[in-house]
């Protein structure tokens, strides 16, 4: 079975900082996909970034990048620049297999500190 | 207008009564989920739906129904409401030709049963 771990229940940085949150993952599937979903207070679920698991370049969206070591089954997350709008639960998941649903880890709240 | 729709947005219950959860989506989307996010245990997967005819137990059925009466409406019932199926129920869709599997969320439904 595929499983997605995420193993910050919490995190906390300064406004301004920079920071990584951690997500493993194991698959049997070859072809795949990895997505990091932020959750704000408002609990809509918000996509903050994908990765294909066949390309190598790591994905960035502004001040949102992942480092996808695929040999070590890792994805994290990393925001520059943090601002207060980014406190908010966050989601690594990955496509589970066929019928395309993903499998979620149990989330990392992040806390942005003034 | 948002994409994805979901009715009620929050929900008192009582045990044993049995609900209903809507959802619609103007996407166009082939594929549609039911998860439920408890709190540390992120998403899980209730039923999902390839299309009306093609519908499909997930990782948490029991207890649970779905129905899917045209290509942009699915829903979710609870036959007989019991406390520990209190929790944040989130419809998805995804698009099988997009080929990323990227889920689009609803806003989410708050359920509480007592």
């Known amino acids: 079975a595929q499983t997605v771990t995420q193993s910050q229940p919490e995190m906390s940085v300064q406004e301004a900082e920079t920071v990584t949150l951690s997500c493993t993952y194991d698959t049997s599937e070859s072809d795949y996909y990895l997505f990091w979903y932020k959750q704000p207070p408002s609990r809509q679920m918000i996509l903050v970034i994908r990765q294909e698991a066949y390309k190598q370049q790591n994905a960035t969206e502004n001040r949102f990048s992942v480092n996808f070591q695929k040999a070590a089954k890792s994805f994290s997350l990393k925001i520059s620049d943090s601002q207060l709008g980014d406190a908010a639960m966050y989601f690594c998941?990955?496509?589970?297999?066929?019928?395309?649903?993903?499998?979620f880890g149990k989330g990392t709240k992040l806390s942005v500190k003034p | 207008d948002a994409d994805v729709t979901q009715t009620p947005r929050n929900r008192i219950t009582k045990t044993g009564k049995r609900i209903m959860l809507e959802c619609s989506q103007t996407?166009?989307?082939?594929?549609m989920y039911w998860y439920r996010q408890d709190p540390g245990l992120g998403l899980r997967l209730i039923y999902y739906?390839?299309?009306?005819?093609?519908?499909n137990k997930g990782e948490i059925s029991d207890g649970y129904s779905v129905s899917r009466q045209a290509q942009a409406k699915f829903s979710l019932s609870l036959e007989s409401a019991i406390p520990n199926q209190t929790a944040l129920y989130f419809c998805?869709?995804?698009?099988?030709?997009?080929?990323?599997?990227?889920?689009?969320f609803g806003p989410g439904t708050r359920l509480t049963v007592t």
């Open positions: 998941a990955s496509r589970g297999g066929s019928q395309g649903n993903l499998i």
């Open positions: 739906s390839f299309d009306v005819k093609d519908i």
């Open positions: 998805a869709t995804s698009d099988f030709r997009d080929g990323t599997y990227e889920q689009y």
């Open positions: 996407k166009g989307h082939d594929r």
